[in-house]
C-alpha cells in the first residue's frame, strides 16, 4: 500500500519523499488543478526539479490535473498533460472526461488516475473509465462507508485509491457548487472552495465574525478558536436551532483503518494538503509512514499508538479528527 | 423552444406525488421527467411505481416522458434499482451518474444527460455523445456565456444535430450531494435511523446564516439553493442561443403557473423583476448564484 503525499512546493516535496513517502502529487501553477491559490503549486522549472528529486530516490511523481476544463481554454488542459507528461510524470490525476480522452489517445503508456473530482461511487462508474480510457487507478471520493469500499474493492477491476487524512469534503467532490453559489468560484471552474479574497474577519460586539462574499458563516465566543470560513462548517440557524448544520471544523484519519484497508487491497492511501506547510507534511508522511511499516510487520496485532493520534490531532482542523463517512455513525 | 418539468426533488407522500402528476398531465409541460434523483432510501414510490406512473402520463398525454434517476449511487443494490429503470423498454432516461451513462451504452440505448454529469466542455460533450447521449443539461454552476462558446463550437464541429440542449431555468437548484443526511442531522439523528424524515418537509428545511438570510435548503443528502433560480428575463436569449427545452423544477405546485409564465414569456416577452430575498440568477450571468444580475 503506498503512501501518496501532498506537496504545494519543491521544499514540500523535498520533505514528503525525505519523511517515507512513496509518491507525492503535486499541481501546475494555474487553474487545472483543485488547489489553485496564490504562491502555491510548481512552474515548469519547479515541476522538472520536484520530477528529478523524485525519482533519483525511486519514488513517484503523480501530477494532478482535476478541475474541469473550460469551455474557452480546453488547451490549457490539454498543455497541463503535455508538460507532466514531458518531465516523466507517472501518473496524471485527472477528472474531466475530455482532458482523460485527450491523455488516453496522446500518451496510452502514461498512467491515468481518476481523480477524486469525478466522483466515482460505485462499480458501473468505475467500468465506465475502465471501458473508456483504459484507467490504472480510481479515486474514490470521502462519501463511502468502509463496507462500501470493501465491496468496490473486491469487485472493482480497477486498483483503489482513498483519502486516508486531511481536510475533510463532506460533499461528494466534483459534485459540490455551494462555493460558486456563494461567491461564483468553485472547485470544479477555478480550483478553489470558500476562496480567500472573498473571506472577511470582522471584531463585532457579538464576537469575531467570519464572512465570505458578505455572508456570515460563523461568530466565535473569546474561548472559541477561529476557523478558516469554508462554507460548510460554519454555524447556521435551522428553524431557531444554531448549530454546524453540514459539518463541524474536523479532519479525516483513518490511522485505525490501516489494516482493513490493507486487506481489502487498496493500493494507495492518500494524505490531503497541497495547501499545507512542509512542516505538516513532515508530520504527516512521518506518523503515516511509521503505521502504515508496523501494520505491514504484522497487521493482526496492529494498534494505534497515541503519540500519532496526538500527533494528527494538532494538524487537524479544530484540532480534531473524525472517521468521516467510513463509518456509518458519521453520515 | 420546449418547455420541461424537472424531476421532484423533494420527498413527498405517495399520494401527494400521485395528485402532482395528475395535474402535471394537463399541465403546458412538453416533456416531463420523474423519478427519484436524491435519496434511494425514500421509497414511497418504488423503482416500479415510478415506471407505472411514467407509462400511465406517457398513455395519457402527447407528452415526452424521462425516467430521472439517481445522482449519488453508493451500494450495489442502488445500482440493481438503476438498472431496472435504466432498461424499461421504452421510456427516456435520464442519466445523473456516470454509472448510468455506462448501463445506457451497454444497453445501446440513447439518454439524455443531466445537471449532475459533469460537461464543462465540448471534448467532454464528444464522449457522451458517443455513449449515446442525445440531450444535454449542463451543470446548473455555468454560465450564458460559457454554453454559447459550447454551442458555437460544436456548431464548428458539425455535431450541434446530434444533441438537444435543455436549460435549468426555474426553481430550487440542486447544488451538492453527501453520504451524509443533512435532514436526519437537523433532528439530531443518524442517516441510518433518519425515520424518512424528509416527508416532513415536502419544501426541505432551510438554513439561514445567524442574521437570518436564507442560504441553502437541506434536503436529504443534498443540499440546494434557498433562493429560487428565475431565468425569466433570459428566455429570449436562450431561444436566440439555439437552447432546445427549459427545465422548470418541479419545487411545488407553483411550477405549473411557471410553465405557463415561461411559455407565456416566449411569444410576449416581458421584463420581471426579481425578488432578492427569495429568488436568483447569477449562475447564469458568471457571478455569485445567489445574487440577481
Known amino acids: 500500500m503506498e503512501l501518496l503525499c501532498p506537496a504545494g512546493n519543491l521544499p514540500a516535496l523535498k520533505t514528503a519523499i525525505d519523511n517515507g513517502a512513496d509518491a507525492v502529487y503535486i499541481g501546475l501553477k494555474d487553474d487545472t488543478n483543485a488547489r489553485h491559490f496564490a504562491g502555491l503549486n510548481f512552474n515548469d522549472g519547479k515541476l522538472a526539479k520536484g520530477a528529478d528529486y523524485v525519482h533519483e530516490r525511486g519514488k513517484k ?12 481554454g480546453e488547451e490549457r488542459w490539454k498543455k497541463a498533460v503535455d508538460n507532466a507528461v514531458a518531465i516523466g510524470t507517472d501518473a496524471l490525476i485527472i477528472a474531466d472526461l475530455g482532458v482523460l480522452d485527450y491523455a488516453a489517445n496522446k500518451y496510452p503508456d502514461v498512467e491515468r488516475h ?23 487507478r480510481v479515486v474514490l471520493p470521502r462519501v463511502l462507508s468502509v463496507q462500501q469500499v470493501r465491496q468496490l474493492a473486491k469487485n472493482s477491476p480497477v486498483p483503489l485509491e482513498v483519502f486516508a487524512f486531511g481536510s475533510l469534503c463532506i460533499m461528494a467532490e466534483g459534485r459540490c457548487y455551494l462555493s460558486s453559489y456563494m461567491t461564483g468560484e468553485s472547485p470544479n471552474t477555478v480550483g478553489a472552495c470558500s476562496p480567500a479574497k472573498y473571506v472577511r474577519w470582522q471584531e463585532t460586539e457579538q464576537g469575531l465574525e467570519s ?15 477561529a476557523g478558516y470560513p469554508t462554507l460548510c462548517k460554519g454555524r447556521f440557524d435551522v428553524d431557531g436551532d444554531v448549530y454546524h448544520a453540514l459539518e463541524e471544523p474536523t479532519s479525516l484519519n483513518t490511522l485505525e483503518l490501516i489494516p482493513e484497508l490493507m486487506a ?12 499545507r506547510s512542509p512542516a505538516y507534511v513532515e508530520q504527516v508522511a512521518k506518523t503515516w509512514r511509521m503505521a502504515i511499516d508496523r501494520c505491514k510487520q504484522s497487521a493482526g496485532d496492529f494498534q494505534v499508538d497515541g503519540a500519532w493520534m496526538k500527533t494528527l490531532a494538532n494538524l487537524s482542523e479544530g484540532s480534531q479528527t473524525t472517521l468521516g463517512a467510513y463509518h456509518r455513525k458519521w453520515q | 423552444m420546449k418547455f420541461s418539468l424537472g424531476p421532484n426533488l423533494f420527498f413527498w407522500p405517495k399520494t401527494d406525488v400521485e395528485q402532482f402528476y395528475q395535474q402535471a398531465k394537463t399541465s403546458s409541460a412538453d416533456i416531463i421527467y420523474l423519478g427519484e434523483t436524491v435519496c434511494s432510501k425514500r421509497r414511497e414510490l418504488r423503482a416500479k411505481d415510478w415506471l407505472g406512473l411514467g407509462r400511465e402520463l406517457a398513455q395519457d398525454t402527447n407528452k415526452q416522458i424521462v425516467m430521472s434517476t439517481m445522482t449519488l449511487l453508493e451500494s450495489p443494490a442502488e445500482i440493481v434499482t438503476l438498472k431496472k429503470l435504466c432498461d424499461n423498454g421504452d421510456l427516456l432516461v435520464e442519466a445523473n451518474d456516470l454509472s448510468a451513462v455506462q448501463i445506457m451504452h451497454d444497453l445501446a440505448m440513447p439518454f439524455v444527460a ?25 451543470p446548473v454552476e455555468l ?20 444533441f438537444e440542449c435543455e436549460v435549468f431555468s426555474w426553481g430550487y437548484l440542486p447544488l451538492a450531494y453527501s453520504a451524509r443526511c443533512f435532514t436526519a442531522r437537523s433532528e439530531d439523528r443518524a442517516k441510518d435511523d433518519c425515520q424518512y424524515c424528509c416527508i416532513n418537509y415536502p419544501q426541505g428545511r432551510k438554513m439561514n446564516s445567524r442574521e437570518g438570510e436564507q442560504v441553502f435548503v437541506l434536503n436529504g443528502i443534498q443540499t440546494m439553493s434557498a433562493y429560487q433560480y ?10 436566440d442561443m439555439g437552447v432546445d427545452i427549459l427545465r422548470i423544477s418541479a419545487d411545488s405546485e407553483k411550477a405549473f403557473t411557471q410553465l405557463d409564465k415561461f411559455k407565456t414569456q416566449l411569444s410576449t416577452p416581458t421584463k420581471h423583476t426579481l425578488a432578492t430575498d427569495k429568488e436568483c440568477n447569477g449562475f447564469w450571468h458568471q457571478i455569485a448564484g445567489m445574487s440577481v444580475a
Open chain 1, 61 to 72: 511523481l503523480h501530477v494532478a490535473i482535476n478541475t474541469f476544463a473550460h469551455a474557452n
Open chain 1, 264 to 275: 481489502m487491497g487498496i493500493v494507495s492511501v492518500k494524505i490531503e494538503g497541497r495547501q
Open chain 2, 143 to 162: 454560465s450564458g456565456d460559457w454554453l454559447k462558446t459550447i454551442l458555437a463550437q460544436a456548431v464548428d464541429e458539425n455535431i450541434r444535430d446530434k
Open chain 1, 114 to 136: 481518476v481523480s477524486v473530482q469525478a466522483s466515482t461511487t460505485n462499480l458501473e462508474a468505475i467500468k465506465f473509465f475502465k471501458n473508456n480510457f483504459d484507467v490504472n
Open chain 2, 230 to 239: 428565475n431565468l425569466i428575463n433570459e428566455v429570449a436569449q436562450l431561444n
Open chain 2, 114 to 138: 443531466g445537471p449532475a454529469i459533469n460537461c464543462y466542455n465540448l471534448s467532454t460533450l464528444k464522449v457522451l455523445i458517443k455513449q449515446g447521449m442525445t440531450r444535454w443539461l449542463m
Open chain 1, 211 to 225: 464572512r465570505l462574499n458578505d455572508v456570515l458563516i460563523d461568530r466565535y465566543q473569546e474561548d472559541e478558536n
